[in-house]
């Protein structure tokens, strides 16, 4: 009874304290819990250094990872479920290979091609094809293109169908070659030991 102005502002104001400071203290326990769940549920992140596959912890436990990094040192499965299979209804039944890339010149040129003699042109091939036991690359005589056939520049060699998982060039000049005409072919032996004409490419030399 009786308290001055001065008595009762600091009556009332000593509970305040420990209210602040308990305010504070669970805020700074809010944070904190929101600070560990961010961090035990987010992936780990990638730390510096090369590039390379993912560890087999991370592909196991992050399902998509297999789609982005395959391992190219494990041959690609070859059979009818694969998208590439050639043996499909309307090919012939001994293609039984698969072709990521039939033969093609890496420069782009057409199927049937005309270049004079001295012609320095690229003629480099190409092509990405599995599930094979063997393949060769020929360049015969033809009367195709130009009714003559040429004979400089012919060969038949053993090469690979594929360069891994990328294409396999095979390098070529058209300075290598006569006057007259060539087909280019591949020849591919399947798995059931046949051999088997595969893709046509035609060059005539005037």
Request: glycine share 10%; hydrophobic share 35%; aromatic share 12%.
């Amino acid at each position: 009874m009786g308290f001055s102005s001065g008595s009762v502002m600091i009556l009332t104001s000593m509970p305040l304290q420990p209210r602040r400071s308990a305010y504070r203290l669970l805020v700074i326990l809010v944070f904190l819990a929101a600070q560990l769940l961010a961090v035990s549920g987010s992936p780990p992140r990638a730390q510096a250094g090369p590039a390379g596959p993912p560890s087999r912890t991370a592909t196991q436990r992050y399902l998509y990872l297999p789609t982005l990094w395959r391992d190219p040192s494990i041959p690609e499965a070859c059979n009818a479920s694969s998208p590439w299979w050639k043996g499909t209804p309307g090919n012939p039944a001994n293609y039984i290979f698969c072709s990521k890339q039939d033969l093609e010149y890496v420069a782009g040129w057409d199927s049937i091609l005309h270049f004079n003699r001295g012609d320095t042109r690229d003629l480099s091939l190409k092509w990405n094809i599995f599930g094979i036991n063997g393949i060769q690359l020929r360049i015969d005589p033809s009367t195709y293109c130009s009714g003559k056939a040429g004979y400089t520049g012919t060969r038949n060699v053993a090469v690979s169908g594929s360069d891994g998982p990328n294409n396999f060039i095979y390098a070529m000049n058209a300075s290598e070659f006569g006057y007259d005409g060539f087909k280019i072919e591949l020849y591919i032996l399947n798995t059931q030991g046949e051999t088997v004409g595969y893709n046509e490419k035609y060059f005539c030399v005037h």
